[in-house]
């Protein structure tokens, strides 16, 4: 393979994580700008939203979290795996319910649960966008 057929295999592979890494690190650093180092319950609170997150999205998805399905084989726009919207708009949206959780006061460990959840579901809402988005244009 040549490598910009290697790199295009590679960029294809990796675009998805990559931006749901940057999603939802840059909200735990926002969390941790906020509010200070987390101690191990609010990290798992913050792992538990984002769990909850995923767990709710395949339900949805796939009609329950314990079934299976075949994967089809389907092409990928380059333009669909930037992720514009999905990381940045999410980053947004996590500063936004960050400075939102501490005007109103709640306890610390809420704004935790809520931004793990927050940006697992959220990111993957926007990557529906951004397809829609781009398919339109093909």
């Known amino acids: 393979m040549e490598p910009s057929q290697r790199l295009a295999h590679n960029l294809v592979a990796e675009s998805k994580a990559y931006g749901y890494t940057l999603a939802i690190w840059g909200a735990g650093a926002l969390l941790i700008h906020e509010f200070g180092t987390p101690d191990a319950f609010e990290i798992a609170l913050y792992v538990g939203g984002a769990l909850a997150a995923i767990a709710v999205l395949t339900a949805v998805a796939f009609g329950g979290v314990l079934t299976e399905r075949e994967r089809e084989g389907q092409g990928v726009a380059a333009a669909s795996m930037v992720h514009i919207l999905a990381t940045g708009g999410n980053l947004v ?46």
């Open 93 to 138: 949206v996590s500063y936004a319910l960050v400075v939102l959780v501490e005007r109103v006061g709640l306890p610390e460990p809420v704004p935790f649960v809520l931004v793990g959840f927050q940006t697992t579901c959220l990111y993957n809402v926007f990557l529906l966008f951004e397809h829609a988005v781009v398919e339109v244009f093909e």
